[in-house]
């Protein structure tokens, strides 16, 4: 297992992420398999697992508990979050820090995040009557947390902001990087701002979700013909491997089969070659259907809306590779007059627009994509009520 040091303690690089675990005909996690995974994974050095409030409805951070308080406590780090992203009427977070501990079975985590800082949520974390930043700043000094940190999936712009407010009390961030995001969704960007901050990078999503494993057959031949012994899962860890201010990176395993592989990819640094590297890079690029904007902001000097055009761009190129509501999420609580919807198709835009990009028209197909996806509003409610019918049982 390769390692990492953080202020004194040796991380397995790789890290359990309890997202996707494995699950029953139900739905409902398997816990003989995920004990056994977890064994596995103890045995061959990971050290490191991750959990949340809504993973598996609140199931996650349950079975994890059940199945950690099997191994002594100092022989694993255990993470959690503090779900302030969600939507809920009000914010106890020491009372939820409260369930977490017993739900976890533990009484310290040895990290702990401010769950998905985006640009609703920030409104959240900042707002003085829930007192959530501060109730955990208190619980760090007071031992309960040993360390503290933030996850994100919002924008440069938003976590820019976080950081200059909360920045000295974030001792980690937990980003979405691969080599897919790492131009989509500016992942190369955020983690040069994280090294400027001095804050190490936990990686999430490294292949996200497996789509960057289930590629297209030609694309797999080409990464066979380079490395015919290693997984196309493998590619993308050994190209975070590579990476500089990476300290974990967290895989959601859902079976052996693939804890067995990432634990042979982790056993040893087998560095891609720079031409390896652009062969990824290349693979990334055909799997964008991107509008080529530019983020030059000359659409947006002459809109008689004031829309953010650039922004709203770059999240209808994110949502033709995956709709996912972490990325609809970021234009449904903007004002309804700078949504993509307030458009008025007069043009301006596409008149000045060194691309020649007919923006209207795009925006329009953005407006039409997220009205047919839920909303994270409707999700974070269904969330809400998993982890109540949690409680109740």
């Known amino acids: 297992m390769i390692y990492k040091d953080f202020k004194g303690k040796k991380l397995s690089l790789l890290g359990f992420g309890t997202m996707r675990l ?30 949340a409030v809504p993973y598996h409805g609140g199931e996650s951070e349950k079975v994890m508990g059940e199945i950690l308080a099997r191994y002594p406590r ?31 079975r533990v009484e310290y985590f040895d990290f702990y995040l401010l769950h ?27 031992g ?31 980003l979405q990087v691969n080599y897919l995001d790492w131009t989509l969704q500016n992942a190369k960007e955020k983690c040069e701002l994280m090294a400027s901050r001095g804050i190490p990078v936990w990686v999430m999503e490294p292949v996200r979700g497996g789509g960057l494993v289930n ?30 201010n990476i300290g974990m990176i967290l895989s959601g395993m859902s079976n052996k089969e693939q804890m067995l592989d990432n634990l042979n990819t982790f056993t040893t640094e087998k560095p891609l070659t720079m031409a390896e590297t652009e062969l990824l890079y290349e693979i990334a690029e055909g799997m964008k259907k991107s509008v080529p904007c530019t983020a030059c902001r000359y659409c947006t000097d002459g809109c008689p809306m004031g829309l953010d ?9 994110e949502l033709q590779v995956e709709k996912s509501v972490n990325i609809a999420m970021r234009l449904e609580f903007l004002p ?25 028209q795009y925006l329009a197909a953005l407006s039409e994509t997220i009205t047919s996806m839920p909303t ?14 949690l409680k109740q049982k």
């Not at 309804?336 to 007919?358: F, N």
């Open 215 to 244: 590629l297209k057959d030609e694309d797999i031949a080409k990464l066979k013909a380079k490395r015919p012994e290693d997984s196309v899962a493998s590619w993308g860890f050994r190209w975070l491997q590579g990476l500089d």
């Open 309 to 317: 055009i650039p922004k709203m761009l770059g999240i209808y190129n």
């Open 22 to 51: 494995p699950t029953k005909a139900d739905g409902s996690v398997d816990k003989e398999m995920t004990a056994e995974m977890t064994d596995i994974a103890i045995k061959n050095g990971v050290n490191y697992f991750d959990t």
């Open 144 to 174: 309960r947390i040993k360390h503290l940190g933030f996850s994100t999936h919002g924008g440069l712009d938003v976590i820019e902001e976080f950081l200059d407010l909360y920045g000295e009390h974030m001792e980690f961030c937990q």
């Open 74 to 104: 100092h022989s694993f780090y255990l993470a959690s979050k503090y779900p302030g992203h969600q939507i809920f009427e009000t914010y106890d977070p020491a009372a939820m820090f409260e369930d977490q501990l017993e739900r976890c």
């Open 336 to 360: 309804e007059d700078k949504k993509s919807t307030a458009c008025i198709g007069c043009g301006a835009c596409t008149a000045v627009c060194p691309q020649k990009i007919d923006i209207p």
């Open 116 to 142: 998905n800082v985006f640009e609703n949520s920030i409104h959240t974390y900042k707002d003085a009557r829930w007192g959530i930043i501060d109730y955990f700043i208190k619980q760090k000094q007071c």
């Open 376 to 389: 994270w509003t409707e999700v974070s409610r269904q969330r809400a009520e998993a982890l109540k019918k």
